[in-house]
């Protein structure tokens, strides 16, 4: 495959998890308009912001190993198609139960986006640029997450909430269309083939190495859901921002996001390329980013001022999104080029658990204690859990053909 088609392709697969957090997000923002139009209270609107990660926990490793078995051009287009749809059916709701039921078929369709585009960048380039490609996607994922919110408010100053629905559903229908006809995977051998068909439930299941990767991304998850489900109401409901200016400012975390990825994939392929340590590399952003993020959660929550608050709790991101891409760059090296889809849907799995947990957690402990902080203090907790559990995770341990693979300076042993 030329570099070109490379290039091309990776810049597709960038455009799918840019839609997906633009196609997240719109909730966020027009939570406020639908509390309005409905009358819901915050723990009726946690239990509708959670209704899309039941089945985006639950088929993460379906999705994932679909991927793997069928190839990530009838996956993905499938995949996409279907949570568009279900994107611009969103508009169209009219009680708590068809939101929540559009929510749900909304998840059905995103739970196996990231596995199965995971293992289409798997391969395209090896393990060396594990780090970078996953923070060069992800960025791409928080740069739709940034640019969401004046977009939504736009839209919906013009038209009203539920156009947003609408349009950027519309954009991808129009993706699938062009993935389908632009990708092509690179098939094995008949004997290779049949080795990859036989995906390793087992050893996934099995494997205690997984499992701390499983529970470092809930921990991360659970503080990264309430930016996509409650940043928005907090801004205007604690913060006493406008519409308008909440479009603005809710876009910040974001936006400091697509640089924490980019740069947290970096230093992680830097620190592997300098001394070929594998553990170090991956282990050593996470460690440093949770309590930085901790930090400046607790910062944030305890200024007088709006703005100030806005970037310290911004910075905090900045701080998730450095792990974020060395997450999924270890559940990359312990998928190995066979079963990097399979293994980044279990890892993904937390995300999904914590997607909801956080939001309903959230609503409730807002409802009956009328505090916006002790929500955050959840947050902060389990990011100090996750630095003590991610050096239980071992990246060189790879599952390709059942096996456990070694490196020592990047090389196999």
């Known amino acids: 495959m030329t570099k070109g088609k490379k290039y091309y392709l990776l810049t597709l697969i960038c455009l799918l998890f840019l839609i997906s957090y633009l196609d997240r997000v719109i909730i966020s923002i027009t939570a406020p308009s639908m509390m309005k139009e409905f009358k819901f209270d915050a723990g009726t609107m946690g239990l509708i912001f959670s209704a899309f990660a039941y089945p985006y926990a639950l088929l993460q490793m379906v999705g994932g190993s679909l991927g793997d078995k069928f190839g990530p051009r009838k996956v993905l287009t499938g995949l996409m198609a279907w949570w568009s749809l279900f994107c611009i059916a969103t508009g169209q709701a009219w009680s708590f139960i068809s939101l929540f039921i559009y929510r749900l078929a909304f998840g059905f369709g995103e739970a196996g986006g990231f596995p199965v585009a995971t293992r289409a960048i798997r391969g395209l380039y090896g393990q060396e640029k594990n780090g970078f490609m996953q923070g060069l996607t992800h960025a791409a994922s928080r740069f739709g997450g940034a640019i969401a919110p004046p977009i939504v408010v736009f839209i919906m100053i013009k038209w009203n909430w539920r156009a947003p629905f609408y349009f950027l559903g519309a954009l991808g229908l129009i993706w699938a269309l062009l993935f389908w006809i632009s990708f092509r995977e690179e098939k094995p051998s008949g004997v290779e083939e049949k080795k990859a068909e036989k995906?390793?439930?087992?050893?996934?299941?099995?494997?205690?190495?997984?499992?701390?990767?499983?529970?470092?991304?809930?921990?991360?998850?659970?503080?990264?859901?309430?930016?996509?489900?409650?940043?928005?109401?907090?801004?205007?409901?604690?913060?006493?921002?406008?519409?308008?200016?909440?479009?603005?400012?809710?876009?910040?975390?974001?936006?400091?996001?697509?640089?924490?990825?980019?740069?947290?994939?970096?230093?992680?392929?830097?620190?592997?390329?300098?001394?070929?340590?594998?553990?170090?590399?991956?282990?050593?952003?996470?460690?440093?980013?949770?309590?930085?993020?901790?930090?400046l959660v607790w910062l944030g929550l305890n200024t007088n001022s709006g703005i100030a608050a806005v970037?310290?709790?911004?910075?905090?991101?900045?701080?998730?999104?450095?792990?974020?891409?060395?997450?999924?760059?270890?559940?990359?090296?312990?998928?190995?080029?066979?079963?990097?889809?399979?293994?980044?849907?279990?890892?993904?799995?937390?995300?999904?658990?914590?997607?909801?947990?956080?939001?309903?957690?959230?609503?409730?402990?807002?409802?009956?204690?009328?505090?916006?902080?002790?929500?955050?203090?959840?947050?902060?907790?389990?990011?100090?859990?996750?630095?003590?559990?991610?050096?239980?995770?071992?990246?060189?341990?790879?599952?390709?053909?059942?096996?456990?693979?070694?490196?020592?300076?990047?090389?196999?042993?």
């Open 311 to 413: 970037w310290f709790l911004a910075g905090a991101f900045f701080f998730l999104e450095l792990a974020n891409a060395n997450l999924w760059a270890t559940s990359m090296d312990v998928g190995g080029k066979k079963f990097s889809g399979s293994a980044s849907g279990m890892m993904n799995t937390g995300f999904g658990l914590a997607g909801i947990i956080s939001p309903m957690v959230f609503g409730y402990l807002l409802k009956y204690t009328g505090s916006w902080s002790y929500p955050f203090y959840v947050g902060v907790g389990l990011l100090l859990l996750g630095t003590i559990s991610i050096f239980l995770v071992d990246p060189t341990k790879s599952l390709d053909s059942g096996e456990n693979v070694t490196y020592q300076n990047g090389v196999n042993i």
């Open 199 to 295: 995906l390793p439930w087992k050893a996934l299941l099995c494997n205690k190495n997984m499992w701390m990767l499983v529970f470092t991304d809930f921990c991360y998850g659970y503080s990264l859901w309430i930016y996509l489900t409650w940043m928005p109401t907090y801004l205007t409901g604690q913060r006493h921002f406008s519409i308008l200016n909440m479009g603005f400012y809710a876009s910040l975390p974001l936006t400091l996001g697509i640089f924490g990825d980019l740069l947290g994939g970096w230093v992680s392929d830097f620190i592997y390329k300098v001394n070929g340590n594998l553990r170090l590399a991956r282990r050593l952003p996470i460690a440093v980013a949770f309590p930085m993020a901790s930090a």
